[in-house]
């Protein structure tokens, strides 16, 4: 069978270009192979109509919708290769190898956390990193505010609208400017760039951060920036440019500088986003993608 689109990834994106694909009546293999990057999240938030919802929960219901339309295939494999021929493109995965006209491009990022004691059992929990999805949660509680990059300064700022009790710490590392530091403590931001030693707490529920100097300050939550890297390892193979942060380079609608390739959500910023951000660009891509078919079709 010679699909209309191969989509690779089923976080918001892949699935609501699935979506929008499936109503549209084209053939289309969903490729996921069930690692989404939220997994550790207690509750999605800032999706309308599902504000609170778990990651798992969400995907069911996102993949029970989209698999109703007949025309959409969930196939949960990793992809192993993709190649360039005639007729679109070959995908190689499991043991399976899938014809398609069209590839979009929907993997996501992979965050890794700093190497701490602690922080894995407690990310996702207490430990998060946006404030937009988990700073209400937070709100008005104690809280650690951990970031190696000069990203540290806006952030502190940022979560200072949920927050007044801050301490802001860049991991041993000398990041703010000496008027950045006088502008959080003017705020009564504690500044701090001691290396953290370990994270302490219970029930996914932090209480205690230590330092190497054996300090030690009570917290009961906190944002850890991640470092942050594509899943996607085809682009040098495909021809595909990327930009500084690894994503893959794409219009407002999606198309990439390759013909017949698209890419959208976290896979094309090369930034993390909210799950309503990355479907929104999903759908955006997929109805570009759909344009594109038909006028190849009416082009005959």
Known sequence: MLYDCAIIGGGPAGLNAALVLGRARRKVA??????????????SHGF????????????????????SYPSVEHHPLTVMDIQKIPEGFLIMAGDQVIRARKLLITTGMKETVPDIPGLKELYGKSLFHCPYCDGWELRDRPLIVIAENEGLFHLAKLLYNWSRDL?????????????QKQKLIGYNITVSEKKVAAFHGEDGILQEVEFVDGSKIRRTGGFVTPNWQSNFVFSERLGLETNALGGVIA?????????????????????P???????????????SLNLELTEEEFSQ
């Open 167 to 179: 301490v802001i710490c860049s991991n041993g590392r000398s990041i703010l400017t000496d008027e």
């Open 48 to 67: 309308l109509t599902r504000d609170g919802i778990t990651p798992s929960e969400f995907r069911r219901i996102a993949y029970e919708e989209v698999t």
């Open 273 to 287: 986003s909210q799950l309503i951000v990355a479907a929104a660009a999903g759908s955006v891509a997929a109805a």
């Open 30 to 43: 969903l490729l996921d192979n069930n690692q989404p990057r939220n997994a550790v999240t207690h509750a």
């Open 251 to 271: 219009d407002a609608t999606g198309k990439t500088g390759i013909t017949g390739i698209f890419a959208a959500g976290e896979a094309a910023s090369g930034a």
